[in-house]
């Protein structure tokens, strides 16, 4: 099933909508399904998984035919577990998103933060709110699958004491307050999502391409490598380096990168980087979300 998604974003597709199952971790609420909801729209068939794995998985068995999942947050980086699963299923990615993520201190009606004792987020949520628990050392963080869960844990429970982090909307969803409003450290705190299907798609309008590869542990090799995309005029966007799972202190490296599969300086780029490494993979080739 190949569907468009750029045109599916503005909303020109309608016939392919209808078709569309779109799986995502968490439940609703979480950043995952805002994500999912700002490039899909509301109106699609939606599975939600309690685990990124279980995405991939899904995706495998064909319960979806997207899977969109946190890349990286432009303030703690990559999400790692994300690029592994990319390479062990050997996915790809067709699209992205991006959204700022807005943390919020949540807990039940007329709880303040003189009565809170134990706060529940995913890690990330706790990372990128350093600040505010340094200055609150006594309250003891508990980590969770994702901060809707934990809202949605932390109404279940009823208890003053708890509090999660969690976004306006899922406060809202599972009635909760807000304690305190962006305790995130940085106010320009975003995260990027990919859209991931079972199949490489291809399109005229797309303008960022993601490759993956592996080299032989040679003085110079990435050097030579990563010259080639300069001496095609590519503009180079990220480089992200994996453990190998097959070979002990070899890397897999995940570059991304400006243009399309159509253009000839990108070819070329290919062609001579493909030459050099001990494994190449095309990841995608997809439209870049504009900030």
Same mark, same amino acid.
């Given at each position: 099933m190949v569907v468009d998604l750029y045109d599916y974003r503005q909303g020109i597709s309608s016939k392919d909508k209808s078709n569309i199952k779109v799986g995502y971790q968490g439940v609703k609420g979480s950043f995952s399904e805002e994500a999912m909801i700002e490039f899909f729209g509301y109106n699609q068939d939606t599975v939600n998984y309690e685990k990124f794995e279980d995405v991939f &998985? *899904? +995706?495998k068995k064909d319960e979806i035919d997207y899977g969109i999942l946190p890349f990286e947050n432009s303030c703690t980086g990559a999400i790692t577990a994300v690029y592994d699963l990319l390479s062990k299923? *050997?996915?790809y990615i067709v699209g992205e998103e991006c959204i700022k993520i807005k943390q919020n201190l949540v807990g039940i009606k007329g709880a303040k933060v003189e009565d809170i004792e134990e706060v529940y987020s995913h890690p990330q949520g706790f990372e990128q709110s350093k600040i505010f628990f340094k200055d609150h050392e006594d309250l003891k963080l508990i980590y969770f699958y994702n901060t809707a869960i934990s809202a949605k844990h932390v %109404?279940? @429970?009823?208890? #003053? %004491?708890k509090a999660? &982090?969690?976004s306006t909307r899922a406060a809202k969803i599972y009635g909760l307050d807000? &304690?305190?409003e962006e305790i995130n450290d940085n106010e320009s705190n975003n995260t990027k999502f990919v859209i991931i299907s079972k199949n490489l798609e @291809?399109?005229?309008d797309c303008n960022k391409m993601t490759v993956t590869f592996s080299l032989d542990n040679k003085a110079g090799t990435l050097y030579n490598l990563l010259g080639y995309f300069a001496q095609n005029q590519i503009n180079m966007?990220?480089?992200? %380096?994996?453990?190998s799972k097959n070979h002990l202190w070899e890397y897999v490296l995940y570059v991304d990168f400006e243009g399309n599969i159509n253009d000839e300086n990108v070819k070329n780029a290919i062609n001579l980087i493909e030459k050099k490494c001990k494994y190449f993979k @095309? +990841? *995608?080739?997809? #439209?870049k979300k504009e900030i």
């Open positions: &998985i *899904g +995706l299923y *050997g996915f %109404s279940e @429970l009823n208890d #003053k %004491s999660a &982090i969690a807000v &304690i305190e @291809l399109r005229e966007v990220k480089v992200e %380096s994996r453990p @095309l +990841l *995608g080739c997809y #439209k």
